[in-house]
């Protein structure tokens, strides 16, 4: 009998024009599904996906999620690794918080259904195979084999549906937050979103007593990335224009290995696959990461993803390779069924042979401000998972830390959402999306020739290593880009492609601006004009102030 934790339900009918809600998500992966899960059940909850509900970054990861859960294992020992990956800027109330709250948040995944792959070993051994990944300092990565998130989001999708008081629709692109207009013109509460029913092509009204952002990150923003293409910066972007914070916006994470092949796209080798033992070599064969770090292989993605940078610069190759073929054929099937069946799909045999590899945009560590409870800086609106910036991560993420964090604030966001619900009235009335004065454009090429050249000259200018010169030859190349978009957003019927390009090009404008006051290099912000750490002082969290 098929396993029901794969049967994913149909999604809902289409949203109405105008829908009342007590908590709006806005984002339908593991961040967002588990704040809906943790609601008391006489909650009406709406859960917005701006695709499909699978298409996700949760659903694409492979490796798994950092916990204490093994004899032997410490939540000092995890603090320590979080903090050391971390370049001197994670908040360690974040950290210790996050950390000590993980086993709970693997007991509710499993209490879920979810179905981590089991431990070989004798029973006495914890019974859920752990591995190891960059940073960490024991094994305390559990997995289901090489694709944790397919598994996660659809046992969580299975359960949500389950749920009366859930409501979950797809192919629907929040366009903006809408705040409360108090006398004098000021702005109060976050009271709900305007969003793009992408089947209809009509923008609908959707209030809300309490907001949850749960968008996920802004890696799509460079040109190469192991991201699906709906990370676009949604949510960081809506916040910035609601008067939100955001933190250390320069700190976008590059994955040392994605596949390097012309139909794969943006397929991601798990750092998993060094965590087993498989090495970095030059197109030689030449093994390279001992030039860099003692820790070879498994030093910290920032380490990494440049070394692999500088070999593919100093030798004017394209790619680098990544090999585990030593390893016996049985192993990696067991290990990795899901990359090596893909790379089989693409002509590449990993139990035979080394693998090519890039590295890639994979996640974005600054974003919306956030507290210990996942609030924001505006009343009524939260924030989970990739989108917020809550100080776990500071200057670099540490492996498999980035699911953990969004199932912790996703519980703690829902616990202070249950609590202060009955405080908050009812959203007023609010004026519907007016499209009276707008037209339907014929130059969608522009859209699109303006989306190409922003994910190109980002990866250019402000990628690995960057300079002053290059943050300001992209700073001025966005500022235009954001002129001619807002042009087209006040004159033109909004579409999918046309709005995401609005907040890539925000958000590409924080990176830029969060870059070029950082001088130093420190994490994932690398600039040749300072090359070193600053040592004048203790190091400092950039933050951006809307005007």
Not at 233 to 243: F, L, N, P, Y
Not at 336 to 363: I, N, Q, S, W
Not at 400 to 412: D, H
Not at 463 to 470: A, E, H
Request: aromatic share 8%; hydrophobic share 35%.
């Amino acid at each position: 009998m098929q396993d029901r934790r794969q049967q994913i339900p149909e999604p809902r009918p289409g949203i109405d024009s105008q829908s009342t809600y007590d908590v709006l998500i806005i984002g339908s992966g593991a961040a967002g599904l588990t704040l809906a899960l943790q609601l008391s059940a006489d909650v009406r909850a709406a859960v917005l996906s701006k695709g499909a509900l699978t298409e996700g970054s949760s659903y694409y990861a492979q490796g798994g999620i950092a916990a204490v859960l093994e004899e032997g294992d410490t939540f000092a020992s995890h603090i320590e690794d979080t903090l050391n990956a971390g370049g001197g800027l994670c908040d360690p109330e974040a950290v210790k918080f996050t950390v000590e709250n993980g086993p709970a948040a693997i007991g509710q995944l499993i209490d879920h259904g979810v179905a981590f792959t089991s431990n070989d070993e004798t029973s006495d051994k914890y019974p859920y195979h752990l591995t190891r990944e960059g940073g960490h300092s024991q094994r305390r990565v559990i997995h289901v084999a090489d694709a944790t998130g397919k598994s996660v989001e659809n046992t969580l999708i299975v359960r949500a549906k389950e749920r009366q008081n859930i409501s979950m629709f797809e192919n629907i692109l929040a366009v903006d937050l809408v705040r409360e207009k108090l006398a004098g013109g000021y702005l109060g509460r976050c009271v709900g979103a305007y969003a793009l029913d992408t089947q209809d092509g009509r923008v609908k009204l959707i209030k809300a007593r309490a907001v949850v952002l749960a968008t996920g990150g802004a890696s799509k923003v460079y040109l190469y990335t192991s991201n699906p293409d709906g990370s676009t910066g949604d949510g960081i972007a809506m916040a910035w224009r609601a008067g939100c914070r955001v933190g250390n916006m320069e700190f976008s994470q590059f994955h040392p290995t994605c596949l390097y092949h012309s139909e794969a796209k943006s397929f991601l080798i798990t750092e998993a696959v060094r965590g087993e033992g498989g090495i970095l070599t030059t197109p030689d064969g030449n093994r390279f990461m001992a030039r860099y770090d003692e820790r070879l292989e498994l030093a910290p993605r920032d380490i990494v993803a440049r070394a692999v940078d500088h070999e593919m610069k100093r030798l004017g190759v394209e790619h680098v390779y990544l090999d585990i073929s030593h390893q016996p054929t049985s192993f990696i099937e067991e290990h990795f069924p899901t990359v090596y069946e893909r790379c089989l799909e693409y002509g590449c045999d990993m139990t035979k042979e080394p693998l090519p590899v890039v590295p890639a945009a994979h996640y974005t560590c600054g974003g919306v401000v956030t507290d210990q409870r996942g609030r924001t800086d505006v009343e009524g609106l939260w924030a989970v998972g990739e989108v917020a910036f809550t100080g776990l991560h500071g200057a670099n993420r540490m492996a498999s830390n980035s699911l953990l964090e969004g199932l912790v604030f996703a519980g703690a966001a829902a616990r202070d959402i249950d609590v202060t619900l009955d405080e908050r009235a009812a959203p007023p009335e609010l004026p519907a999306w007016d499209e009276t004065f707008v037209t339907d454009s014929d130059e969608e090429v522009v859209v699109a020739h303006n989306w190409d050249e922003l994910r190109r000259f980002m990866w250019d200018y402000v990628g690995i290593v960057r300079t002053s010169k290059r943050l300001e030859r992209a700073r001025h190349r966005v500022e235009l880009l954001l002129h001619e978009i807002a042009e087209y957003y006040w004159n033109f019927r909004v579409t999918s492609d046309l709005l995401e390009l609005r907040n890539l090009s925000q958000v590409a404008i924080l990176i830029i601006r969060s870059a070029a006051q950082r001088k130093e290099s420190r994490g994932l912000h690398y600039t040749l004009d300072y090359p070193e750490p600053d040592t004048s002082g203790p190091p400092q969290n950039t933050i951006l102030i809307p005007e």
